[in-house]
């Protein structure tokens, strides 16, 4: 059984219809990802990765996760995209692109990255039939974002 490092834990605004996840050192946004990332749910570059998310009116529930090796995939989740990603300070950012960044350390390197995602249909729906008056907060992590990393050894 792979060992798990690191599991963190936060809200993140989609502002702008989402959020961005990079290497501190990384600060220039690639914005040729963003169709891509649109039909797939996220893309990358390896520097850094774009995640669209299906609504931008309440925070979305994001689980980073480090392993020492290749987890198994993560069960009841509706789907999930893998890419590459590459940390040479070990700072990973999670921007809400206009509204702020905070960063969560890991270990330096080249990983392997699995962006499993569920909740987005139920999000959606809320957030198109919400009104001007309804407590958006209660929303909250309907839709969820699972980042696992691990070395790439090839």
Known sequence: MPEQLIAY?????PDYGGFDLYDADFDVRDNGL????????AAGNGYEVIVVAAQ???KVKLRIETWAEEPPPPAGWEGHCDLHMEFPTGELVISERTRGAWGITIAEGDRHARLSFRGRSQAKH????SGPQDDLSLYEGTEQYLLQLWPRTS
């Open 56 to 58: 931008s009116q309440f």
């Open 9 to 13: 834990e936060t809200l993140v605004m």
């Open 126 to 129: 809320l957030a198109e039939s």
């Open 34 to 41: 963003i169709p891509l990332a649109r039909e797939n749910v």
